[in-house]
């Protein structure tokens, strides 16, 4: 199986256990319309129903043929008439309709399990009407799945955890493999994790370059704000060894570049600190404006320098003007110092 929720086309995944007015026994039918088309990897599989007049429900997501029964690639590219059948632990949506032009589109009818809803019901899960047991179905949290998150730790967790852990594709060798990475993580963290893409691979870099464990927080900012393995390793290369999580973040918040850096040496300013890189990009002081600078004879200007001459709003070309008006020499702090008093616009 290769399921692959798109969270884009996945949003209306809708409660719709918890609307009133709803109390379908666990055999009660339930209907919807699917469609379908080939992908290179198998099919993306969508379906969606409407009922009450006002609720409304649509997911859609990549599978494999082996996903289904009586479904496959050829049939569909034949086209005709659709007869088939997406296998569930929970329950089976049993779909027919049309294909045409790589794709179809039809009815379905789910059938829950019963064996399924008497091992949940073994299990302590007893709240399982047919609304909530299609939403299982879809979203396949298998008496399997239950059963290793168990042996994980993982006890009798609340079935709406448990769809949002296979919604966003939480999977059992996932968590194993950030196990054996010295991770263990409670199921809101995984579901944040996965959220905001943090492979296990990303994981591995950071503890192979000494960061040790991270807390979820930690591993979610440097995900949120961009710090992949190659942006480490660009600092490592250039003599920063292990740069501390918040100031990675920092760096790549406000943009700072290798590319920056090596111009920075370039210019002949060594190895800058974090924070000082940090404030240089903060306040506008780029490799352009330092090399107009020394061009124009300040070739040794320090780096907090340059930031205050930025804030201050002195350009190059103000400094080009004074230079023709015969003052030559002047300091950085006297040119700030005329720039302050409004002597030169």
């Known amino acids: 199986m290769n399921e692959k929720h798109i969270p884009l086309l996945a949003l209306a995944i809708v409660p719709i256990y918890f609307l009133m007015g709803q109390s379908n026994s666990p055999t009660s039918p339930i209907t919807g319309q699917w469609t379908l088309e080939l992908i290179p990897q198998g099919v993306q599989f969508s379906i969606q129903r409407s009922w009450g007049g006002h609720n409304n429900y649509s997911s859609s997501s990549s599978y494999d043929f082996d996903d289904f029964r009586g479904l496959t690639r050829a049939s569909v590219e034949a086209g005709g008439p659709a007869k088939f059948e997406m296998l569930r632990d929970a329950g089976t949506l049993a779909c027919e309709g049309t294909f045409r032009n790589g794709g179809g589109g039809g009815a379905f009818v789910f059938s829950p399990s019963a064996d399924y809803v008497s091992a949940l019901h ?9 609304e909530r047991l299609f939403e299982l179905a879809v979203h396949n949290v298998s ?113 700072v570049s290798t590319e920056f850096v090596n111009q920075l040496r370039g210019m002949g300013y ?69 720039r302050i008093h409004g002597v030169v616009e």
């Open 122 to 130: 073994s299990l302590g899960y007893q709240e399982l009407d047919a």
């Open 143 to 255: 008496r399997a799945y239950i059963r290793e998150l168990d042996e994980l730790g993982y006890h009798h967790l609340p079935l709406d955890q448990l769809v949002q852990l296979r919604i966003h594709g939480v999977a059992v060798a996932y968590i194993r493999e950030l196990r054996g990475l010295g991770y263990t993580f409670q199921p809101e963290e995984l579901i944040q994790l996965r959220i905001h893409g943090l492979t296990t691979e990303f994981a591995a870099t950071l503890k192979k370059s000494g960061y040790g464990t991270l807390s979820a927080d930690q591993l979610v900012q440097l995900q949120i704000h961009g710090v992949t393995s190659e942006y480490m390793k660009g600092f490592q290369d250039m003599g920063y060894p292990r740069i501390a999580v918040e100031d990675l973040v920092q760096l790549r918040i406000h943009g």
């Open 270 to 338: 060594g190895r800058a600190g974090v924070n000082e890189l940090v404030q240089l990009q903060i306040h506008g002081v780029t490799a352009g404006f330092v090399k107009d600078l020394q061009s124009l004879g300040y070739k040794n200007v320090l780096l907090e320098e340059l930031v205050q001459l930025r804030i201050h709003g002195v350009t190059a070309a103000m400094v080009q003007r004074l230079q023709a008006a015969g003052y030559k020499n002047l300091s950085t702090d006297q040119l700030v110092q005329l």
